[in-house]
């Protein structure tokens, strides 16, 4: 019998980054769809804001440069578990990854 449990059937975490990496090389602008979200939580006054302040200044240096950027989509695509608590707040919410799928 299959499971009903989601876990089984969610996208793998690394996966999944490298996914929305994908996106971000392919449309750097939707950056901005990060920023929206990290200015809305700020602006709630989220109780632990150091993963917010962590992806700003990641998310700016990726806009600002290439090195930056290259930074970032790095950061997002390696599989690393030491990232997994700035990961875990993830303020690419709301992007359009079905465009990705397979790149």
């Given at each position: 019998m299959l499971s009903e449990d989601f876990h089984f059937r969610r996208e793998d975490r690394t996966a999944l980054w490298q996914r929305i990496a994908a996106h971000i090389q392919a449309h750097p602008g939707d950056l901005?769809?990060?920023?929206?979200?990290?200015?809305?939580?700020?602006?709630?006054?989220?109780?632990?804001p150091?993963?917010?302040?962590?992806?700003?200044?990641?998310?700016?240096?990726?806009?600002?440069?290439?090195e930056g950027m290259r930074a970032l989509l790095e950061f997002m695509a390696a599989p690393n578990h030491d990232s997994e608590p700035i990961k875990s707040c993830s303020p690419f919410v709301g992007l359009p990854?079905?465009?990705?799928?397979g790149a």
């Open positions: 901005s769809i990060a920023m929206e979200n990290l200015d809305r939580w700020q602006a709630l006054g989220r109780v632990h150091g993963p917010i302040h962590d992806w700003r200044a990641r998310i700016l240096a990726a806009q600002q440069s290439p990854l079905a465009d990705v799928s």
